[in-house]
């Protein structure tokens, strides 16, 4: 079956560097969508990024990603962290154009910011 | 915005004990989901449903029913609940388009222990 990767469980930062998730994925689907998912604490997971074209990047709240087929990969980036980017983020995986919500997510990536 | 609603949002059960969690989307979506969270498993999916009166096994539906007996509601039952499914639920919502319309709304989710 399909499975996503997210090889970090945690990443710390100071405030104002670069921010990089890693996000890998396996599936015999060859039109696979990928997203990223963003729940701060005591929140439900909200839709951050979605991409469905290869080598393409998607860009929302000053976060982006590329969906790059070669590599099975989507990784998340954003040039400047922010305080306000310390969640969990989870990155998924979708094979199923029909069932949107048929999703595989991967384990999550804490971000924890600091000033 | 989108509005899923879950209750309880906490919840102590007994080992054993019947447990019914709810969920009402007030989105019009034909789509409703139950995924259970952990730490250092991310999100999975229980069971889904795309039509009232109908419900699907998602990729974790072993101890656990669903029941969609509108298109609003969506219930989740642990008929024996067990010490391994205190975790965290979500419920969630999405339109029957896929494609670029792909979006899922979650609820804020209920806490269960089982003790």
């Known amino acids: 079956g399909d499975s996503v990767t997210q090889t970090e469980g945690l990443v710390t930062l100071t405030e104002g560097l670069p921010v990089m998730l890693n996000c890998t994925y396996q599936?015999?689907?060859?039109?696979?969508?990928l997203f990223w998912y963003v729940q701060h604490l005591n929140e439900s997971p909200r839709l951050l990024l979605k991409?469905?074209?290869?080598?393409k990047r998607t860009e929302h709240q000053g976060f982006h990603a590329t969906l790059h087929k070669s590599s099975s990969s989507f990784h998340l980036q954003k040039s400047s962290a922010q305080l306000s980017d310390s969640a969990l983020y989870y990155c998924a995986l979708s094979d199923r154009t029909q069932v949107v919500g048929q999703l595989t997510f991967g384990r999550g990536t804490r971000l924890q910011v600091y000033a | 915005e989108a509005a899923v609603t879950q209750s309880p949002r906490s919840k102590v059960a007994v080992t054993g004990g019947k447990v019914t969690l709810s969920c009402h989307q007030t989105n019009n979506h034909d789509y409703m989901y139950w995924y259970r969270q952990d730490t250092g498993h991310g999100l999975r999916l229980i069971h889904y449903?795309?039509?009232?009166?109908?419900?699907e096994k998602g990729d974790i539906p072993d101890g656990y029913k669903a029941s969609r007996p509108s298109q609003e509601n969506f219930s989740l039952i642990l008929e024996l609940a067990s010490l391994s499914q205190t975790a965290v639920y979500f419920c969630?919502?999405?339109?029957?388009?896929?494609?670029?319309?792909?979006?899922?709304?979650f609820g804020k989710g209920t806490r269960l222990t089982v003790v």
């Open positions: 969630a919502s999405s339109s029957g388009t896929g494609g670029t319309n792909t979006e899922v709304f």
């Open positions: 449903s795309y039509v009232a009166d109908s419900t």
């Open positions: 991409s469905f074209t290869d080598n």
């Open positions: 599936t015999i689907y060859s039109n696979p969508f």
